[in-house]
Structure formats: structure tokens, C-alpha cells
């Protein structure tokens, strides 16, 4: 298009510059030489009519006129009379009167000349007229004496100009031709690689780094292609680095122990990890866009303007009748580096346990001051009395120390029972593993507390009877374990079965086998245990009877003792019990069973 334009306008100005010059140069070439004007003038000035226009005529035949302007010569003295012509063929007109309007406004307004071009709709022609005044200068005056008519064809002129304008016109088009195929071939050396750029552009926005760019050369283009495919080098470097710290941080998140929520700064959950989910029980799409403090169910308690200006931990509280869930919330700003808060994160860590741990560890020192304090006191006000003087009296001072040295053995076995305990707590409490005949371990046991019952009924020292009755199974059972320790814990059951079974009860052992398990159980007869203390039964210092447990001289860590001793050896203890049908306490620790012909021992 610009160069269309400019070749427009090239030619408009060469073509009007062309026609210019050709009609000056026509218009000098159709003048009468001044010789044939002066002549012509002093013609028109003689009386001798005849002979002056015979003589015009011969000066006319003899002018310098170019033949291809077909050009038409008249002579009109200042009556407005034709005096002469040049066409041969019009010699009639000579004599009459002019009819030109303009030749008579030149002779009778005795004005300068005139020229015009005219067009010709019959011959579709351009012509030139020029009116010529011939003046006879005489004494110093000039006087008119006619004119000269002048009409010639400008055809020549302008079929001139028409072939330099087809010319130029030609040589326009197979410019433009060539430019435009010249501009075809440059636009294409520019656009392809621009073209190619756009696409691998386009490529790296859908996140598809693996093209290149062709690089055609060296100049901006090809700097341009150099920059993109260095572009698509870093994005794809970023990108991936981008995407393997997203990875990471999900994997930190997913595996994470506590929740964690982020928000935007409306507080509306961002981010929720897995734990966070099943902390809060939601479901992790709709927990997304929803406000944090729905989420956590805090409310009516904070605003999230409080989150923002104070964050500080919060304890929160989800505990249900099926499971105990206390969390601690820890809130931050998620701020960017001017300043400005995009965010909120918070951590949720379970402290339930802790909670737990915290309260056991309370009512640890509670009761063991509780516990402590009963003895003490005891002993301390039979002291005073035997210092006030009830040692002298020979009857009460022996009863007196007697319960005094109760009290002592009571708390020396308390404290013995504690270091056992934290021993076992603390991981330092260690375990002599041997391979150890149950059946016959289980017998050893329950032939003492035989003994021990039957020399209290001989001796009259009891006022209840007992049976011990055995259901064990025929076939030998070996397994590891300590054998200080776990009969530490059946003499604890068994003492437990007989303290709280009735006169003539009956306290049932049973030794079974199941597939990868040796279950143990000690069954009684006594009042039982309550549905609501059965879960607390193995907890330290709890007793069903407290003043009947603390009248025999119990500690209350008896069972506690005996589940971390059972627990040390891989195995599990529990109580089934009815209020009014007695209790039933079940041990079950891990066995392999092995073949008669099998070696128990390891070749050394």
C-alpha cells in the first residue's frame, strides 16, 4: 500500500509536470515568427485590398506551423473582416465577417490577446486558441489593425502524454508486482520466526517447555529467538522446581502428624491437610472456602480480627462420648516481605494424650499423697501415744507397735511397688526372657496359695473356706517369659480372687491354647466389679472397695503392675466381670507351638 501510494503520487506529479511542459513547448512551436506578424500588419494597413490579401495568403502558406497540430490560421483586420486563412480548402470564408466572439472582443475592446483551450464534443477533441492583436506603431502611436486567429488540435500533445502516462503506468505495475513479491518474501523472512515464536510462547503458557525455537540468523529476530528459547530454558527450570517444592510441601503436609489450614485474608480455608481433615471430621472440598473459625467452631468465642492483631494458641475441645480429642491451636500471620498480611496458618496438634498424661500424672501425686499421708498419720498418733507412756502398760504397747509395723511394711511395699513401676515407665526395668513350662509355672503358684489355705484352716487363722479349682489343658505350653515377674502377677490376681471370694467360693484357673495365643484366666465368686470402674481397674491407686482394700493392707498398684509387666511381654490382660457374679481376669500372652522332637534350646 505505501508503495502504491507513492507511486500515485509520483505519477500525478510527473504526469501534470509532463502536460505542463508539453502544452509550453506546443504553444511556442504554433506562434508566427515576428518577421510574418510585422509583415502581416503592414498588409492590413495598405488600401489595396486584392493584393494585401493575396499577399497574406502567401505569408500564411509560408509560416512554420508543425502539420501534425492540424493548425488553422485566420486574419481579421480591425472591421472584424476574415483578410485570410491557411487551409486551402476554406479560402470562402475570406471577405466575410467573423463570427468568433472573442476575436471581437479583442478588436473592438482593443484588450491584449487572449488564450483558451476548448474541447470539441463532435471530433471528442482538446483545442488551443490564441487571438493575437497586430499593431501598426506610427509617430509614436499604436494603432489596431487587426488580429491574428490562431486554432490548432492538441491530440498530438495529449496522445503524447497518454503514452508516457501507459508507459509509466506499465513500469508502476511491474514495480508494484515486484515489491509485492519482494515484501512477500521479507514479511515471510519476519513473520515465520515471529510465527514460530508466538507458538513456543503459546507452548510454555500450557506448560509444554519441550520445543525450540530456530534461530535464522543473527540480527534482533534471531537475538529475539535466542531470548525465548533461554525464557522456555528458566521457566521450565522454575517450573520444575516450583512443582518439586509444591510436591515436597504436600508430602510434608499429607504425612504430617498435625493439621495444618492456611486461609486467605478473609479467613477463608485455603489449605487443609489429611490430618486436619479427620481432627475436625470434614470432608476436605467443602472445608475449602469455608470461614476458619466455622471450621474450628470458635465463633462465638473469637473474631478474625482477633486472630489477626493477637495470634496466640488456643486449646480446643472435641471430646465425644465414643473418644476424647483435645487439640491445641497454634496461629501465625501469613505476612509478605512489605508488610502486608496475605494470610493466617494454624497448627493443630493433639495434646490429648498429654492432657491425659498430665491429669494421671496429678492424680499420681494425689493419690500417692493420699496414699502416704493414711500410714504416716497412723503410725505418728501411735508413737505420740506410746511416747505419752502407753509403752509401760505391757497389754496395749505391744498391739501398739504391732500396728506400727504394720503401717511401715505397708508403705516399704508401697514405694517397693512405685520404683517398680517408674523402673518400668522409664524403660530401665529389665526382663530375664527364659522358656518356661506354663503348665507347670501355673501349678507351682496355685500349689502355694493350696498350702497357704490349708495351713490357715488347720490353724484356724481363717474364718472363710476356699477352693482352688484347675482346668488346664494336657498338653505342654512353652513360653518366654520372666518368670520373677509374671508370677509376681498371678500371685497379685490370686490374692485378689481370695481376698473378695465368699466362704466356700470357688476360684477357677483355666489354661487354654489358641492359635498363636496361651490365654490364662482366674475366675471368682464374689460380688464382682461395677460396669463403671471396669476401665479403670488396672489404673494405679484405684480400688473397687477402698476401705475394705486398704483394711488388708493393699497398695492399689498391684494391677497396675501386673498390665505393664504383661505388656512388657507382648501379651494383653483384661477383666470380664457381672456385679453379684464375680470377676474374671484373663491374661493371654504370644506362643509358638513347637513338635515333640523339636530342640528347645539353641546349639551353642
Known sequence: MMLIITLEIVGAVFVQQLESQNLRTFKNQISLQRYVSTNLTNELSRTSTTSANKQIRILLSDANIPSTANTEIRVIDNKGTIRGTNEANNQTIVGQKTTDNAVKKVIYNNSGGSESTTYDAETNQYYYTKITPLIKQSSGSSTPVGVVYIRASLKSVYNSISQVTTIYLLAAIIAVGLGLILSLVISRAITVPITEMKEQTLRIARGDYSGQVKIYGNDELGQLAIAVNNL?????????????????????????????????????????????????????????????????????????????????????????DDHDLILQAYFSLIQRESGFISGLACVLHDVTEQQKIDQDRKQFVSNVSHELRTPLTSVRSYIEALSDGAWKDPEIAPKFLKVTQEETDRMIRMINDLLTLSRMDSGTQKLNLELV???????????????????????????????????????????????????QVLDNIMNNAIKYSPDGGVVTCRLIETHNNVIMSIADQGLGIPRADIPHVFDRFYRVDKARSRAQGGTGLGLAISKEVVQSLGGKIWVESREGHGSTFYISLPYEPYDEGDDLWDEV
Open 437 to 487: 513350662n506354663l503348665n507347670e509355672l501355673f501349678n507351682y503358684v496355685l500349689n502355694r496359695f493350696d498350702m497357704i489355705i490349708d495351713s490357715n484352716e488347720q490353724n484356724e487363722r481363717s474364718d472363710k473356706h476356699y477352693t482352688i479349682k484347675r482346668e488346664f489343658t494336657k498338653r505342654d505350653l512353652w513360653v518366654e517369659i520372666d518368670t520373677d515377674r509374671f508370677t
Open 232 to 320: 522456555s530454558v528458566r521457566v521450565e527450570e522454575a517450573q520444575e522446581s516450583t512443582e518439586s517444592e509444591r510436591r515436597r510441601l504436600n508430602s510434608v503436609m499429607a504425612h504430617m502428624t498435625d493439621g495444618v489450614i492456611a486461609t486467605d485474608r478473609r479467613g477463608n480455608v485455603t489449605i487443609i491437610n489429611e490430618t486436619a481433615v479427620e481432627f475436625l471430621d470434614v470432608d476436605s472440598d467443602q472445608a475449602i472456602g469455608q470461614s476458619i473459625l466455622d471450621i474450628l467452631n470458635i465463633r462465638k468465642q473469637y473474631t478474625l480480627r482477633d486472630l489477626l492483631e493477637d495470634p496466640d494458641e488456643i486449646m480446643l475441645d472435641f471430646s465425644t
